[in-house]
């Protein structure tokens, strides 16, 4: 973490008033304020502190303190580009003229094949206003049901567990304020130190408080080396991990039966499933031994409060939603739910991973975090849009399933991609590019050249989160206002805008402002009533008090930082216990393929990369991916510490150099997942869904590591993208 440039002393030069907002980068959203720079450069703006908000109290980490790096021309896109016919090269064009070849296209597209034949595909950094009118325009303006988001990819198996067991998802259910205030935290696959530094500091304090932080992770992390205990299970078993601590503090007479007993029901069954998951049992299940079990369930079920916090490590598997469920579980037999300095969070991921998920680019959704399937909400959200209930769409495929199908005969055959990277991102991402390119008509509004925009019939440049106003909603439920601080360059628009040329362009002169708080206004319509409930919340409430939790029904209540004090959301008011049991991974390792590989981030970088690769500064701390395996694994195969290795599986083969360390079990390697091939570890992960949230299973698959002998494979360079480099040939490229 590095502290951002200071203000400089009053009576400096070029004194512009900065302007308050937000990174644009991950779901902490760190208040920052933006001043035009003095000098004359490439690059608009320089970052200075905000100590006066909270969430991070002027702390910034290197991605956010090079953010506006990005603003500079160079290295985005300022024109939109169109391929003149199929392999062709794409080619500079007028908005205009590219606007109206999307518009015929998905006019054909419609016509030929239907509505749903025409996909649309989101992102979790897009703003809550944007997502809201990607939603409106592909049920409205295309009719299509198939409409899902990358967010699927990241945090829906904790939003699925949190509304079966509390009735409603907001990722933490208390301000991060609270966390060091516990009296044992259990931090569950989730790395702070790398995905959001300025978050450290509650963990810090917890410590400093007298609490106990205790780290479930495969690898030893910068988190896990500040943790009191750290467990390491082997991947895809954390569920079997939680049921092992809940059959030690029920044997240990841990339970609180009063808590039990008032605000939950199905903790019989619970209790059934956990007893049958014995200290040893787990210890052979998990790799953790079973001393460390039993620290961690009297720490935990002794503690006077505790919360157990998960980010990507348990949730993205295809047991996601049952494995965070059975921590659910664990807190309620504790009694940690639904009180002060108690509970179970998830750690978000993405920018707007929270608002994006709640107002309607879910294939399941509609805005207010509703069900599509809901006749009462069909009818709400219809009446708001001024449209027949009836013709609004059902739920539609997931985004796995979405991108599995395109170019077959019953899937998608135009795709329309704002704020999304799948060729990098998505699980199997060698079969995704595939199914891309057999697409009729691709279209990705980007602000620079993705590898996803490099595949594209017309690529859209659009604005950046310092170049328009728009809310976002940080992972407390904390909606917060990001504020546009200088125009964007000429040739660039902003997608509410190209949305409402579209519409006119599909027929719907009506409802698609490219202003962003006359949707917001919209978008609190629509939500009234709903689980996320945005009805009180305006822009001038957003700045004048640095963020409103939801839900906040009336511009009279003062929003809610704390759910469940007094009920849960489910109909009885009670919690449900999940009762889940422990069942392998979708893949396990074999004679063929005897590892695990398992998947993230690292601190320089952000989710596909296709921004941060762009910024020189960060490349240079991360310029590329990596192998990490175990010293006895690299000895085993020969393999010394910068050697390009390959890392094969069923579904592909990614080639980067090893980094040998014992941070990590002997038997699982890890790569990050921010480069393209050849280096991209999603060229290996497996898609395996979880039968609830429709997640893929990310964390963990089969794979083996091979010496790269082949000529040429054994050069490992060039995985950060050169910036602006212009029109590329991608789609004839085989
Ligand atoms: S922690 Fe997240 S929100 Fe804060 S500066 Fe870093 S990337 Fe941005």
């Given at each position: 973490m590095t502290p951002a440039t200071t203000a400089p002393a009053a009576g400096s030069t070029g004194a512009a008033a900065p302007t308050a907002t937000h990174c644009p980068y991950c779901a902490l959203q760190c208040g920052m304020r933006l001043r035009p720079t003095a000098a004359a450069g490439p690059v608009p703006v320089e970052v200075l502190e905000r100590p006066d908000f909270p969430v991070n109290r002027g702390a910034l980490?290197?991605?956010?303190?090079?953010?506006?790096?990005?603003?500079?021309?160079?290295?985005?896109?300022?024109?939109?580009?169109?391929?003149?016919?199929?392999?062709?090269?794409?080619?500079?064009?007028?908005?205009?003229?590219?606007?109206?070849?999307?518009?015929?296209?998905?006019?054909?597209?419609?016509?030929?094949?239907?509505?749903?034949?025409?996909?649309?595909?989101?992102?979790?950094?897009?703003?809550?206003?944007?997502?809201?009118?990607?939603?409106?325009?592909?049920?409205?303006?295309?009719?299509?049901?198939?409409?899902?988001?990358?967010?699927?990819f990241c945090m829906s198996s904790a939003a699925a567990a949190h509304r079966r067991a509390f009735g409603l998802d907001r990722g933490l259910p208390f301000p991060l304020a609270d966390v060091p205030h516990t009296g044992c935290?259990?931090?569950?696959?989730?790395?702070?130190?790398?995905?959001?530094?300025?978050?450290?500091?509650?963990?810090?304090?917890?410590?400093?408080?007298?609490?106990?932080?205790?780290?479930?992770?495969?690898?030893?992390?910068?988190?896990?080396?500040?943790?009191?205990?750290?467990?390491?299970?082997?991947?895809?078993?954390?569920?079997?991990?939680a049921l092992g601590l809940l059959h030690l503090v029920i044997a240990d007479g841990l339970v609180d039966e009063a808590f039990v007993a008032a605000r939950t029901t199905g903790y019989e069954r619970a209790r059934a499933v956990a007893m049958a998951h014995w200290p040893d049992r787990v210890e052979r299940i998990t790799g953790v031994p079973v001393h460390q079990l039993r620290t961690a369930a009297q720490l935990f079920g002794r503690a006077a409060t505790g919360m157990v916090l998960t980010a990507r490590g348990p949730e993205q598997h295809s047991k996601g939603t049952d494995t965070v469920g059975a921590w659910i579980d664990l807190c309620?037999?504790?009694?940690?739910?639904?009180?002060?300095?108690?509970?179970?969070?998830?750690?978000?991921?993405?920018?707007?991973?929270?608002?994006?998920?709640?107002?309607?680019?879910?294939?399941?959704?509609?805005?207010?975090?509703?069900?599509?399937?809901?006749?009462?909400?069909?009818?709400?959200?219809?009446?708001?849009?001024?449209?027949?209930?009836?013709?609004?769409?059902?739920?539609?495929?997931?985004?796995?399933?979405?991108?599995?199908?395109?170019?077959?005969?019953?899937?998608?055959?135009?795709?329309?991609?704002?704020?999304?990277?799948?060729?990098v991102s998505a699980p199997n991402a060698s079969h995704v590019t595939a199914r891309l390119r057999e697409l009729d008509l691709l279209v990705v509004a980007d602000l620079v050249l993705s590898e996803t925009a490099r595949l594209a019939d017309v690529v859209l440049p659009v604005a950046q989160w310092a170049e328009e106003d728009g809310t976002t909603t940080n992972l407390e439920g904390r909606v917060i206002l990001r504020r546009r601080a200088l125009d964007p360059p000429e040739g660039v628009r902003g997608e509410l805008w190209l949305l409402g040329e579209l519409a006119r362009r599909l027929g719907v002169e009506r409802g698609f402002p490219a202003d962003a708080e006359q949707v917001f206004d919209e978008l609190r319509r629509a939500s009234a009533g709903g689980d996320a409930d945005y009805a009180g919340i305006s822009y001038r409430r957003i700045a004048a008090e640095d963020g409103?939790?939801?839900?906040?029904?009336?511009?009279?209540?003062?929003?809610?930082?704390?759910?469940?004090?007094?009920?849960?959301?489910?109909?009885?008011?009670?919690?449900?216990?999940?009762?889940?049991?422990?069942?392998?991974?979708?893949?396990?390792?074999?004679?063929?393929?005897?590892?695990?590989l398992t998947t993230g981030r690292v601190l320089a970088q952000y989710q596909s990369?296709?921004?941060?690769?762009?910024?020189?500064?960060?490349?240079?701390?991360?310029?590329?991916?990596?192998?990490?395996?175990?010293?006895?694994?690299?000895?085993?195969?020969?393999?010394?510490?910068?050697?390009?290795?390959?890392?094969?599986?069923?579904?592909?083969?990614?080639?980067?150099?090893?980094?040998?360390?014992?941070?990590?079990?002997?038997?699982?390697?890890?790569?990050?997942?921010?480069?393209?091939?050849?280096?991209?570890?999603?060229s290996l992960t497996n898609p395996a869904l979880d039968p609830v949230s429709r997640m893929p299973e990310f964390k963990t698959c089969a794979v083996r590591v091979e010496r790269v002998r082949e000529l040429g494979e054994d050069r490992v360079g060039g995985f950060g993208d050169e910036p602006a480099r212009g029109p590329l040939d991608e789609r004839t490229a085989g």
């Open positions: 980490c290197g991605k956010g303190r090079s953010a506006p790096a990005l603003l500079a021309r160079g290295v985005r896109l300022t024109e939109p580009l169109v391929r003149e016919r199929p392999g062709g090269p794409l080619r500079a064009a007028g908005w205009d003229e590219a606007l109206d070849r999307v518009a015929a296209g998905l006019r054909t597209v419609r016509e030929r094949y239907g509505a749903d034949a025409v996909g649309v595909f989101g992102g979790g950094g897009l703003t809550n206003e944007k997502a809201y009118q990607l939603g409106k325009f592909a049920r409205v303006v295309l009719g299509t049901a198939n409409i899902d988001y990358n967010g699927r935290l259990i931090l569950v696959g989730a790395n702070p130190a790398d995905t959001m530094p300025p978050a450290l500091r509650y963990f810090r304090e917890l410590r400093e408080n007298g609490g106990t932080l205790i780290v479930v992770d495969p690898r030893r992390t910068r988190t896990a080396e500040q943790a009191d205990l750290h467990l390491r299970p082997r991947p895809g078993t954390d569920l079997a991990l309620l037999a504790t009694g940690n739910a639904g009180r002060r300095y108690a509970g179970y969070g998830c750690l978000t991921g993405q920018g707007n991973g929270q608002g994006g998920r709640e107002h309607g680019q879910k294939a399941d959704q509609l805005p207010g975090y509703r069900s599509i399937e809901d006749p009462a909400a069909r009818a709400h959200v219809a009446a708001v849009w001024g449209v027949d209930p009836d013709t609004l769409p059902r739920a539609g495929r997931s985004a796995y399933e979405l991108l599995d199908g395109l170019g077959r005969p019953d899937g998608a055959r135009a795709l329309l991609v704002a704020g999304s990277n799948p060729v409103v939790f939801w839900p906040c029904p009336d511009p009279a209540h003062p929003g809610t930082p704390r759910l469940f004090l007094e009920r849960f959301a489910t109909p009885d008011g009670r919690a449900r216990f999940a009762a889940a049991t422990h069942r392998p991974a979708g893949e396990e390792p074999d004679r063929e393929y005897p590892l695990h990369g296709a921004q941060t690769r762009r910024v020189a500064e960060l490349n240079a701390a991360a310029p590329g991916p990596f192998v990490e395996l175990h010293p006895r694994l690299a000895e085993r195969l020969g393999v010394v510490d910068g050697e390009a290795v390959a890392v094969v599986s069923r579904r592909g083969r990614a080639v980067a150099p090893a980094r040998v360390s014992a941070a990590i079990r002997p038997d699982t390697v890890f790569m990050p997942f921010h480069w393209p091939a050849p280096g991209r570890a999603n």
